[in-house]
């Protein structure tokens, strides 16, 4: 599948192709993003035409990916916190701790 068979598939949906951006060694590059809205405009991934060959590299987000692990963290601590303080172990602990105590002295 060559650039023109890709890029054909790829204009039925909403997206935008940038200007042909050819580096130093030869290699084209050609940004793609996705037209939400008229004013929102999200950046998918860029095509790279090297030798001859087609590649996709995708976009990563990696701060949406963080603010997710900082959520989950935050949501397992405070969890965690309120079973703490509805039913704190140590009385339990504390009690079984005796009697396995009573239980080696006799």
């Known amino acids: 599948m ?3 068979e890709i890029t054909a598939q790829a204009t039925a949906s909403p997206r935008v192709f940038g200007e042909p951006y050819e580096t130093v060694d030869g290699t084209t590059i050609i940004t793609v993003a996705k037209v939400r809205s ?5 950046a998918v991934g860029v ?6 060959a087609v590649t996709w590299e995708p976009a990563v987000d990696v701060t949406r990916i963080s ?10 601590a405070v969890i965690a916190t309120l079973t703490m303080l509805r039913r704190p172990p ?6 079984r701790g005796l009697e ?3 239980h080696r002295e006799h």
Request: hydrophobic letters at 50%.
């Open 47 to 52: 095509f790279v035409v090297r030798d001859g």
């Open 2 to 4: 060559n650039l023109r």
């Open 100 to 102: 396995a105590l009573k």
């Open 67 to 76: 603010i997710l692990g900082v959520t989950v963290g935050l949501a397992s």
């Open 38 to 42: 008229e004013t929102a405009v999200r």
């Open 90 to 95: 140590w009385p339990d602990l504390s009690v």
